[in-house]
């Protein structure tokens, strides 16, 4: 029997109830070559709870997979992720690099293929300041890939407000230009702790921070390896500070980030920690996986074993 063969077989032998999220740019006619069996049925849109669907395929990239996290580890089903997306990092970091991946993985897993795996995702919780002292805790926010303030949250801002078809063509890459002349480098302290030791980071008074980046995945921006060691399911986050560094030279060394090769720079300080505080001089805004999220001072932390996904 052919591969072809016993993967029809395999399929046309499910019953199995799939739940489709349909990002920016997508529509029914992707789900076609996945609507391989009519034993399979499917719906469009998250499912209400987990009694209502086996799994889950969510068609877009890192921001719209960002903004379903919430509801994806509360479901607790197995999610495949279909790049369809202007950056598509975290599919990458699965190995899911185009849409064939997608549908490779997909017919070893609902042929009984054991290929879906737990994977960790990190937690940005705003710190409450004296003045909201007495207010009530606000809520973390769930990431999959990088997350992170400075020069790289302007460039994010700058991005998000390109077309679609631009920001997926190196968009990144374009805001970058204009996003350093208008940036200043601020102060900022990082206080790191595992397993409760907390130490603090990145203190020295004349020291001026461009980038601070905490991960969970390697990569950001459509492929920059800002944090090339960074592993999903670590129980760790990459951290890479940018600081001392002028403006030419960092334009200079943004190249390097998408081979991982600027960790060798002197300016460059690269750790890991499974949680950190983190503080600036005045409230600046934080994004991750190409979102905003709120504005420091945050608590970073990881939610070990939050998401189950279908990987190759």
Not at 100 to 109: E, S, V, Y
Not at 247 to 271: A, E, N, S
Request: hydrophobic residues 40%; contains cysteine.
């Amino acid at each position: 029997m052919s591969t072809q063969e016993f993967n029809s077989v395999s399929l046309n032998a499910l019953n199995m109830r799939v739940s489709a999220i349909l990002g920016p740019g997508s529509t029914t006619k992707d789900l076609k070559r996945f609507q391989e069996t009519s034993l399979t049925s499917w719906m469009v849109g998250p499912p209400a709870s987990c009694n209502d669907a086996d799994a889950i395929l969510i068609f877009g990239g890192d921001g719209t997979i960002h903004r379903h996290l919430t509801q994806l580890v509360k479901l607790r089903l197995p999610v495949l992720v279909v790049p369809r997306g202007s950056g598509n990092d975290f599919a990458r970091a699965l190995k899911i690099r185009s849409h064939a991946d997608a549908l490779i993985a997909w017919r070893k897993f609902v042929a009984g293929g054991g290929n879906a795996k737990t994977i960790d995702l990190g937690v940005i919780t705003p710190m409450l300041s004296e003045a909201t002292a007495n207010a009530s805790a606000p809520p973390g926010r769930y990431f999959c890939c990088v997350g992170g303030v400075g020069l790289d949250t302007e460039v994010n801002r700058r991005a998000n407000l390109l077309p679609r078809w631009l920001r997926a063509n190196g968009g990144y890459v374009l805001s970058l230009p204009a996003a350093l002349l208008q940036f200043s480098p601020m102060k900022i302290k990082i206080a790191i702790g595992e397993n409760g030791d907390e130490r603090a980071f990145a203190t020295r008074d004349d020291k001026l921070t461009m980038v601070a980046a905490f991960a969970n995945a390697p990569a950001y921006g459509g492929g920059m390896k800002i944090a090339p060691h960074a592993l999903l399911d670590d129980g760790k986050l990459d951290i890479c500070v940018i600081s001392d560094m002028d403006k030419f030279k960092l334009f200079c060394l943004f190249p390097t980030i998408y081979f991982g090769q600027h960790l060798r720079v002197p300016q460059v300080d690269y750790f890991q920690t499974d949680r950190l505080k983190l503080e600036t001089e005045y409230p600046l805004d934080v994004y991750a996986d190409g979102e905003y999220i709120c504005k420091t001072p945050i608590e970073v932390s990881v939610a070990r074993q939050a998401l189950t996904v279908i990987v190759p």
